[in-house]
């Protein structure tokens, strides 16, 4: 039976050092064919209060890949306004064989917040294994021809079953980049953020765009955000990004941390490229 790990309230979280392994980067071959959500399912979270950061998780995940969203109302006044955070997303996969998927959750630093998590399940159009990952260890990977104007990515590491211990892998450093011959890519990093030695099955899923924004050139460095209605019916959103063109160096923007206001989300992109270029900003509702 499928159903939420949900924790008291749990205090500030502190940061935590990885010592991480820079290896090389692997390249993906895309194959025909968009996944779209197969399913979905919800649980309450209960109230976050500001600043509060939450970890929970989905117990007897299944081995297809989970975009998560949120549902937000101002828990003391439903007429206020209040924001709560995705920060990160992780998968673990027990010596048993059950998998889990794990949110870390970040309360504003206004109001409090009833929230409801809501779980699209996603099915794959191509898979890329990890590579064997010591503890803190990552490795990059790319997907060519990514054609990031009509698609958003979603990258699921599922991670392989050991003899013992707990294999435990996230994704981070998602990017969107396009060279100067106009080529777009899809980048990302897998990284093991577990106690064991172990690899996963990265599975990816390309979803439609359904609505994109185009904001003006900015320098490396820079971040630019995007705040936009979530419409009716839609109970997750996926921000991706198409880089513009730049003739001197490749344009790449690295996607941030997803918000949720009520009816509402917010995100924002980082240029982490080498020159002043411009991004739409993408988003697959689903």
């Not at 924001?83 to 996969?93: D, E, F, N, Q, S």
């Not at 997907?143 to 707990?166: C, E, H, I, K």
């Not at 979803?207 to 995007?226: I, K, Q, R, Y």
Request: charged share 15%; with cysteine.
């Amino acid at each position: 039976m499928k159903h939420p790990h949900v924790p008291g309230r749990w205090r500030r979280a502190a940061a935590v050092s990885l010592a991480l392994v820079l290896t090389s980067s692997v390249g993906v071959v895309a194959t025909p064919g968009v996944a779209s959500a197969a399913s979905f399912a919800s649980f309450s979270l209960g109230v976050l209060e500001p600043d509060e950061i939450r970890h929970v998780w989905w117990n007897n995940a299944t081995s297809d890949a989970y975009a998560p969203g949120l549902e937000v109302t101002e828990a003391d006044d439903p007429n206020d306004v209040c924001h709560v955070t995705i920060a990160r997303t992780w998968y673990v996969r027990h010596a048993s064989g059950e998998r889990e998927f794990h949110l870390e959750i970040h309360g504003g630093h206004g109001e409090r917040c009833q929230v409801t998590v809501w779980l699209a399940r996603l099915t794959k159009f191509t898979e890329v294994a990890s590579g064997s990952l010591t503890p803190g260890q990552w490795r990059n990977f790319t997907l060519n021809d990514a054609r990031t104007g009509a698609n958003v990515y979603v990258v699921a590491p599922v991670p392989d079953q050991l003899a013992s211990g707990d294999c435990a892998i996230e994704v981070v450093n998602v990017r969107y980049r396009t060279q100067p011959s106009g080529e777009n890519e899809f980048a990302w990093r897998a990284l093991n953020v577990g106690a064991a030695t172990c690899s996963a099955q990265l599975r990816l899923v390309r979803l439609p765009v359904t609505f994109s924004h185009l904001a003006n050139p900015m320098p490396p460095g820079s971040s630019l955000g995007v705040l936009r209605g979530i419409p009716d019916g839609i109970r997750v959103v996926v921000p991706g990004g198409m880089p513009a063109v730049n003739s001197a160096a490749a344009c790449q923007y690295t996607v941030q941390p997803i918000g949720y206001w009520p009816r509402r989300s917010d995100t924002s992109s980082l240029n982490s490229g080498s020159v002043t270029c411009e991004l739409t900003t993408t988003f697959a509702d689903v």
